[in-house]
């Protein structure tokens, strides 16, 4: 059957703020895919294994300084550092699920006062282009109260509400909200309700890529 020879994934990404639960999710999404006998695997932005990936880790684990424009396009070249991986998988009918993405990087460092969105969204045109971006909705207070946040740069209430305020400047008709503030199970239920509808989609639609 040639329509499942070219059947692709789909590109299913996860972004809010910190102690929404996306982490917690995509493992279980990729578990849940795999376990009914569908081919996906869990990608993370930035991700801290590639020479340009050891960068931000000490930038963001405060071991170093560095320009914010400069790391911005550190993060940003480490999405298209593993663009043709990435692709690779997708046409290969692996399904990706991903923990952030370009829309971290515009959120995140728009989030500085010498950043404008714009600007942090020029490098990102052209990644590919995600087939939903599932956007964790949980209030600051709520995220508070699952824990202290950690020690690395970012983790700051009052930078998270710029990061909040950002990612609404970014929805587009690509987006879903989730209501992050349900259990654990609740929310595995309604993402994955949307995910099998994602995946279906995806199958017979090209690939596209990320325009502003
Ligand atoms: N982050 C993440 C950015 O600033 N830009 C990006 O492009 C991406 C993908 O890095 F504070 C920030 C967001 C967060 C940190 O933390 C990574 P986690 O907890 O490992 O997701």
Redesign the pocket.
Same mark, same amino acid.
């Given at each position: 059957n040639t329509a499942m020879l070219m059947s692709r994934g789909a590109l299913i990404v996860l972004e809010g703020c910190?102690r929404t639960g996306?982490?917690t999710q995509c493992r279980k999404i990729v578990q849940g895919l795999n376990d009914s006998g569908m081919k996906a695997k869990m990608r993370? %932005?930035?991700d801290r294994s590639t020479p340009i990936g050891c960068l931000?880790d000490a930038y963001?684990k405060k071991e170093c300084e560095m320009e914010d424009h400069a790391v911005?396009l550190l %993060?940003?070249a480490?999405?298209w550092e593993l663009m043709p991986g990435m692709k690779k998988d997708l046409e290969a009918g692996v399904t990706l699920v991903v923990?952030? *993405?370009?829309f971290?990087?515009v959120a %995140?460092?728009g989030a500085k006062s010498m950043l404008d969105l714009e600007w942090c969204f020029q490098p990102e045109q052209g990644v590919i282009r995600p087939d939903v971006v599932l956007y964790f909705d949980v209030s600051l207070h709520e995220a508070a109260k699952r824990g202290e946040y950690?020690s =690395?740069? *970012? =983790?700051v209430r009052s930078f998270q509400e710029k990061v909040a305020a950002n990612y609404a400047w970014l929805r587009t008709e690509d987006w879903q909200v989730i209501d992050g503030s349900k259990s654990v199970d609740e929310v595995y239920k309604n993402v994955m309700s949307v995910v099998k509808s994602v995946i279906s989609k995806a199958k017979s639609r090209p690939i596209r890529y990320l325009e502003l």
């Open positions: 910190d996306k982490t993370t %932005f930035p931000i963001l911005h %993060f940003t480490n999405r923990d952030r *993405y370009s971290s990087g %995140f460092s950690g =690395e740069r *970012y =983790e």
